[in-house]
């Protein structure tokens, strides 16, 4: 069974920086898309980035510049660097995998909170 567990959330302060892990229960080189997404109170879940197997990333232009997405395939573990934090970061991130190029993900963490104060 394929398990993603996050972590690395909490509160801080605006302006400071978070890393967020995802760690994979399978090789996540099998895994063809990685993928963050987050969702706000009283909000939808909305994609912030992702990453193919072969290391190509995607970002929401909103997020460009401040978040970094990567993938450790030695460790089976997902990352996202948020930067430069701001309160309306303030989200529930959550990390998915899909096996298909091109498919509804296949997987979902059951996420990690990040409060960021003003």
């Known amino acids: 069974q394929v398990q993603l567990v996050e972590s690395g959330g909490g509160l801080v302060q605006a302006g400071g920086s978070l890393r967020l892990s995802c760690a994979a229960s399978?090789?996540?080189?099998?895994?063809?898309?990685m993928a963050w997404y987050r969702q706000a109170p009283g909000k939808e879940r909305e994609l912030v980035a992702t990453?193919?197997?072969?290391?190509?990333?995607y970002y929401v232009d909103s997020l460009k510049g401040r978040f970094t997405i990567s993938r450790d395939n030695a460790k089976d573990t997902l990352y996202l660097q948020l930067n430069s934090l701001k309160p309306e970061d303030t989200a529930m991130y959550y990390c998915?995998?899909?096996?298909?190029?091109?498919?509804?993900?296949?997987?979902w963490g059951q996420g990690t909170q990040v409060v960021v104060s003003s």
């Open positions: 399978v090789s996540i080189f099998r895994f063809n898309v």
């Open positions: 998915a995998a899909r096996w298909a190029e091109y498919s509804d993900y296949d997987y």
């Open positions: 990453i193919s197997s072969g290391g190509s990333t």
